[in-house]
């Protein structure tokens, strides 16, 4: 007997916190509401999301399919049904099956073709639906979204996309894997299928998921294995998949804020440095990151001349080192604002891995591309940011050289409206004004904007 397509509705947990930490983890992984912080942090984000799914919960329709995690003080029992939908060819019941019956043949697919064609659902926001069918063929709900990603001949259902892939084990997922949950005692509940994008962190406790659930296809950050159900959910890894690599070839240009073609970590295992080993992806490098990658990184950036940067290591944990290292390489090929902001996109990776591009010279060592002696460390420091003074030299009552040099700098990236004469040398309402605006330019609030300048906004403000 065939059985009914899945519904399934949509939780989508998110963040508004406005730390510089959770600014730079959006602006790397947009989609990503956790960033590096502590566990307190994301079980607090975890219990809005709970707090949400028990509010909507009263005003969902009776067939609606919660994927929320699992809700102390919520019955297993209330968990609405998921009815399933069944084989089917291209463009439904109307169409023609490649063959009849049996398993057809996988087509060849590379993994950065699986999450291109991923994204493709999830910028036209394609609706949900278990029976209706998009114009390429396929089926609107979370097995006819991964048949598509995969190119499957035919629109399969969670119990039967296990036949076109491998098991895994999640050590091994890598981007175009896919994580299945096919419930064989009762297709109708909770039975749902994802596509693996690329873990958010080190950790390996959240990844990207590109799904097609109510109310329409999405890409979101997502705890391993989904938000329930998570230990029955299998990895499995598409038959048909051709080339290793999930990346594709470096932009040609100076750009280096682009991602890998997955927009997702590549968690293949890099190659020997000499040769052309994949870009794993921006999410690898920044802060929290600890990983084998900010490693090879280190080792590429010393042999091109980053060695003087490197007091101990390099090694596995991202550090100010790290990034003060990069951008000197940056800044040695020409580059400038974004381009140069010491944090390695795949243009950077590129010249590293293939020995090419211009080396770091002791001109870059000033860590501002302003010429310096190689010897010559630059003083002060505080909290590994080059020139940061520390915040005890910006409060109330204090007057110092470093006031009057932070109000120069405001004023020459265009927050000095609020200066009536000066700079000057004695911190006033009129430096902690402009560095607020100059904050909340980044996209902070809260305790992030205060006025007060930080090591972060330091680095910003002068880079």
Partial sequence: MEARAPVFEEFDPASDCDCPGCVHWRRVLPHSTTGRH?????????AAAASTTLAVGHTAPALAASHAPDRPGVPAGDEPETPQGGKAPLHGPGGRPVKPGGVAEAPAVTRAEIIRRAKKWVAARVPYSMSKYWSDGYRQDCSGFVSMAWKLPGNEWTGS???????????????????????????????????????????????????????HARRQATPYAYWSH??????????????GATGGKPDSGHSDTGESDTGQPDTAKPEDPKREAPYPGR????????????????????????????????????SETDRRATRAFQLAQGWRGRDADGFPGPQT???????????????WLGGHGAPASPASPVSPASHGVPGYPGRA???????????????????????GKHYKTGPGPRWGEAD????????????????????????????????
């Fill in 38 to 46: 502590p566990a307190a942090h994301r079980a607090l984000i975890l």
């Fill in 161 to 215: 996309l296990d036949q076109y892939g491998v098991r895994i084990s999640k050590e091994d997922l890598q981007p175009g894997d896919i994580l299945l949950f096919h419930n064989p005692a009762d297709p109708e509940k909770g039975s749902h299928v994802v596509i693996f994008g690329g873990w958010t962190d080190y950790t390996h406790t959240y990844y990207i998921a590109y799904e097609s659930t109510r109310p």
């Fill in 230 to 243: 998570s230990g029955r959910y299998l990895a499995y890894r598409y038959k048909g998949l051709v080339g």
């Fill in 283 to 318: 999410a690898h490098f920044g802060p929290g990151a600890n990983n084998k990658y900010v490693t090879q990184l280190g080792r590429m950036l010393v042999a091109r001349g980053a060695g003087r940067y490197y007091t101990v290591g390099p090694g596995p944990r991202w």
């Fill in 349 to 363: 990776w590129a010249l590293l891995v293939t020995g090419k591009g211009r080396s770091i010279q002791a001109t």
């Fill in 393 to 415: 030299k910006f409060r109330p009552g204090v007057s110092n050289k470093y006031v009057t040099q932070l109000g120069k700098q405001l004023v020459k990236k265009g927050f």
């Fill in 432 to 463: 902690r004004r402009g560095v607020e605006a100059f904050q909340r330019a980044q996209g902070w609030r809260g305790g992030a904007a205060d006025g007060y300048p930080g090591p972060e906004t330091w680095r910003r403000l002068f880079s």
